[in-house]
């Protein structure tokens, strides 16, 4: 019917003539103006804090240790946008960790040594295993009061903070627990706690492999069903700058060399003669950043690719339209929240093998970083808008201010202040695009 | 029950037999804290037939037919679907009985695309059970083409059409899966005189089609061209229904303004007598 019902709509030919060519480059290439604006402040910050450190920032060797401590809040802060995207908040995500990490740290170095054995090569994947099933399970519970009995996500999570905080004291009656076994800690870092030169190449090739294909396979689906398609320059842009990014990493990670010291104990415990100008072992990827890696793109696939991930986003645009279409909007909302739960156990078993302890204080003021992560990464406030990759940068913006202070020898104090600073300006720049494109 | 053909139907447009109800709403009552938004109210529908439902806001409307959509529950009575009875706990359960919604509100999830709107809740996927975007967005342009030809803005969130293009979504979204009960409250309320008309030969195409509507609507205009019969509530109650060609504007608009039924109407529990 309706010939006219297509109101304030220009054939498209129309349109793009009056476009500039940044314009018409962007459309084309549907790249997102506001992730591209966040990566330019990021490489701001970045050189900012290289000029005023003397040129200590941007080395292999911080860019190393940056990607490693970032590595547990950004694993949080995927599961924080789903949280936010409907309208929820999560205050506890801290304590959760706290929890899960003494749990874990009491399961491997107490209970795995009487069961397994004493350093039993399984020990962390049961240690893990634990950590998830209890994460899922603290998650379950928040997500069960939120969405079944009605109480607000923020008071349900206010209380989990204090609870798990307190929980965590109450395991070992406030002693840390050390030290932790050789294969969990593994997933902390360090030169053994990384892949090496061999292996990042090879992570680095299926990540180029892996881009590439999406964008064939999206190209070959929509030919098949003759739909309109990015320009064939546009498709190529954005494989060249991918697997650029991409093999740019994995090149600054390749050439932060194991220290000497360890290089020699590795050499002798091998037999291996040392020449005199030693050897040069790189790091590659320190593993608890692959988990990360892993973490994002598998929450990127639930988020875009499956229906739990399409419900999260309708049910955060218009709430009343998901029930209405059907949607268990309620279970729905209780599944978020057990995966916010292992995303906690997760980055949990991170900071737990990083410091070789569990501690009582462990986590204490993650679920601040994370949400200032998700929220800095374009996750909105309202609900219904946020990407997983966005809120992973995010976490790396905020982990370089960080870092980029302790550089620089900031006072602690100040450095809260201008990361308190930094948040808000971000989101009131945020705001201001937001209003001008609509 | 018969399959009627486009002739019979003209032949015989009101007073259709018991036999080709498709819905039956028999004292169907709901109240919100004492209030009684709809009190044991009671509409059929048949086959084929447009049924505008008529009445001043607040006179439980929209109310009566969400609880046939399924979004509110009723407290008493019974609802029968094709002459069984139909047990409509949630949306998902009226959709399963064929019958979908057109909001007034729309219920469109805003930051979401056209496409994404249209399968809401029923998302296509593929072998390995991911989201089949690419054939949701085929059928999508398959009936927006239908409905709106010249509309390609299917990249975008519905949040950036216009008021007429995302009616159409909510239309589309209604048709796309077969329904055999159609809800219409206030469809054109959004748009201009040019598409309420595209909106009057929609419905019209639809009945053609067998399927069976309800019709809300302010426009009594619309309401004669379009409706078989009118039903009218005031206060939560049905004041009664008549048969469209049996009735004047003036005795309709009698019935939503005094509750007075005229004589070629079945009165409901909500008619006075004057």
Redesign the interface.
């Known amino acids: ?9 220009a ?2 030919g129309a349109r793009q003539s009056s476009e500039s060519a940044v314009t018409r480059f962007f459309r084309a290439t549907e790249i997102d103006t506001r992730m591209l604006g966040m990566l330019g402040a990021l490489l701001l910050i970045w050189l900012t804090f290289h000029f005023f450190s003397d040129g200590r920032f941007l080395t292999p060797r911080n860019l190393w240790n940056l990607s490693v401590q970032t590595s547990s809040v950004a694993i949080m802060s995927t599961g924080m946008v789903l949280i936010i995207v409907t309208r929820h908040i999560d205050l506890s995500v801290g304590s959760i960790l706290g929890f899960v990490a003494m749990i874990m740290g009491v399961t491997q170095t107490q209970l795995l040594p009487d069961l397994l054995g004493y350093s039993h090569p399984m020990t962390w994947v049961a240690t893990l295993a634990v950590g998830i099933v209890l994460g899922a399970l603290i998650g379950g519970l928040h997500g069960y009061i939120i969405a079944y009995l009605g109480v607000p996500a923020f008071i349900v999570t206010l209380g989990g903070l204090l609870v798990w905080r307190g929980a965590a004291w109450w395991v070992t009656s406030g002693q840390t627990v050390a030290p932790m076994n050789s294969t969990f800690r593994l997933m902390g870092g360090g030169p053994y706690g990384s892949i090496g030169s061999f292996w990042s190449w090879v992570v680095a090739g299926i990540g180029c492999l892996g881009l590439t294909l999406m964008i064939l396979v999206g190209r070959r ?2 030919t ?2 003759n ?1 309109p398609q990015r320009p064939v320059w546009a498709e190529l842009t954005l494989i060249g700058v991918g697997c650029s990014a991409i093999l740019g990493a994995v090149a600054v990670f390749n050439s932060y060399p194991w220290p000497k010291g360890i290089v020699r104990r590795w050499a002798a415990a091998n037999n291996v003669e040392v020449p005199d100008g030693g050897i040069f072992i790189a790091h590659g990827i320190a593993i608890p950043v692959l988990m990360a890696i892993c973490v994002g793109v598998v929450m990127t ?1 639930i988020a ?4 739990f991930g ?2 999260v ?6 709430p ?8 268990n909007t309620r279970w729905v909302t209780m599944k978020i929240f057990i995966l916010m739960g292992i995303l906690c156990a997760i980055a949990g078993a991170i900071s737990t093998a990083r410091l070789n302890a569990s501690t009582n204080a462990q986590g204490t003021l993650d679920e601040l970083l994370v949400i200032a992560a998700a929220v800095i990464g374009g996750t909105s406030l309202g609900g ?2 946020g990407t997983i990759v966005g809120a992973m940068i995010g976490a790396v913006v905020m982990q370089s201010l960080q870092s980029g202070m302790v550089l620089l020898g900031v006072d602690a104090p100040f450095q809260n202040v201008v990361v308190g600073v930094v948040l808000v300006f971000a989101v009131w720049l945020d705001s201001l695009y937001r209003r001008h494109q ?1 | 029950m018969q399959t009627d053909t486009a002739a019979q139907k003209e032949q015989t447009p009101v007073g259709m037999q018991s036999t080709d109800k498709v819905v039956e709403m028999s004292d169907v009552s709901i109240s919100f804290g004492g209030i009684h938004a709809v009190d044991h109210a009671s509409l059929d529908l048949h086959k084929g037939e447009v049924v505008a439902l008529l009445g001043h806001n607040g006179a439980g409307k929209s109310t009566f037919i969400k609880i046939l ?3 509110y529950k009723s407290e008493g009575g019974t609802i029968r679907i094709r002459g069984e009875e139909a047990l409509i706990n ?3 359960d009226a ?1 399963a009985y064929g019958i979908e ?1 057109i ?1 007034q ?1 729309l ?6 695309d056209t496409a ?1 709107n249209l399968y ?4 296509l ?1 593929t072998a390995w ?3 089949d975007d ?2 949701m ?2 059928r999508a ?1 398959e009936v927006m083409g ?8 299917f990249k975008e ?1 519905v ?2 059409l ?4 995302r ?2 979504v909510a239309i589309a979204r209604a048709i796309l899966f077969d329904a055999q009960i159609l809800i219409m409250d206030e469809p054109t309320a959004a ?2 005189p ?2 309420t008309a ?2 009057g ?2 419905i019209k ?1 639809l009945k053609q089609d067998g399927i069976s509507i309800f019709l809300i609507s302010h426009d009594i205009e619309d309401v004669f061209e379009l409706a078989d019969r009118v039903a009218v509530m005031k206060n939560g109650q049905m004041v009664g229904d008549a048969p469209t060609h049996l009735v004047s504007k003036d005795e309709v608009l009698g019935m939503i303004i005094l509750g007075k039924c005229p004589p070629a109407a079945t009165p409901g529990p909500g008619a006075i007598d004057l």
Do not use: C, H, W
């Not at chain 1, 019917?1 to 709509?9: F, L, Q, T």
């Not at chain 2, 239908?146 to 803005?153: W, Y």
């Not at chain 2, 216009?162 to 293009?165: A, D, F, T, V, Y």
């Open positions: 019917m309706p010939e006219s019902a297509s109101v304030g709509n054939p498209d689906n929509r098949r069903f739909f696939f875009t690719r499956t229906r399409r419900y986003f309708a049910m955060g645009g218009n009343e339209a998901a029930e209405l279409a059907g949607i219904g808008v609509s | 959509s399924g979004a949630n949306p998902r959709k919604t909001y509100t219920a469109l999830a805003d930051n979401v994404a809401l809740g029923r998302e996927r059970g991911t989201l690419v054939a967005e085929a342009r239908r409905l709106n030809p010249r509309f390609e803005r969130p949040k950036a216009s008021g007429g293009q009616q159409s748009l201009g040019q598409e595209q909106v030969d929609l195409q």
